[in-house]
């Protein structure tokens, strides 16, 4: 099995070179992020593993949960134009459009990817989106396959054409 595991949406479109890109980087921390040998894993974690390598492919991704570190983007504007309405997320490469979301065990666990499904489609410029999440959340009563799961709800997105995101694209890589 290839590591990451990934996916690109929608399947009748060729990946753009972004995608190889990140997958490269989630690939290159391996050792430090594999949810099939690591156990513990936060989004947090994985963020710092990931960081270098998507800061030199252009991406801004969060350093801590401090505010100066977040990552905001805007969804409304009000008066005067002034910001209205923002949301955070895990990283962003402006230039493409592509925003990134990460995942851990509430991912799996919560609807957590629902809503970032939902709140990303709202950001202005956001043409793409990038979604990593768990290959599988281990805890004490048993396992999720997080990634498995994401790629079926992804896969009942685009085929059925009942519920149309916005994004020219979507990435998801397990980790």
């Known amino acids: 099995m290839t590591y990451p595991s990934w996916m690109y949406y929608p399947a009748s479109r060729e990946p753009p070179s972004w995608v ?3 997958v490269s980087v989630v690939a290159s921390a391996r050792e430090q992020i594999d949810s099939a040998t690591h156990t513990g894993l936060t989004s947090d974690a994985v963020l710092k593993e990931l960081r270098p390598g998507l800061q030199g492919h252009g991406y801004k991704v969060e350093a801590s949960k401090k505010q100066a570190d977040r990552i905001r983007r805007p969804v409304l504007f009000g008066d005067s134009g002034s910001e209205r309405v923002a949301y955070e997320v895990d990283g962003v490469n402006d230039e493409l459009g592509v925003l990134l979301e990460v995942e851990a065990g509430r991912g799996a666990m919560s609807n957590a ?3 970032n499904l939902i709140r990303s489609s709202l950001i202005v410029g956001a043409r793409f989106l990038a979604l990593g999440v768990m290959l599988e959340y281990r805890y004490a009563a048993g396992a999720t396959p ?9 896969d009942a997105v ?9 994004f020219e694209g979507v990435l998801l890589f397990g980790y």
Request: net charge positive; charged share 20%; glycine share 4%.
């Open 113 to 115: 990817v629902y809503r």
């Open 146 to 154: 997080s990634y498995r799961d994401v790629h079926d709800l992804l």
């Open 20 to 22: 190889h890109n990140v």
């Open 158 to 166: 685009y085929a059925s054409g009942r519920l149309a995101l916005p």
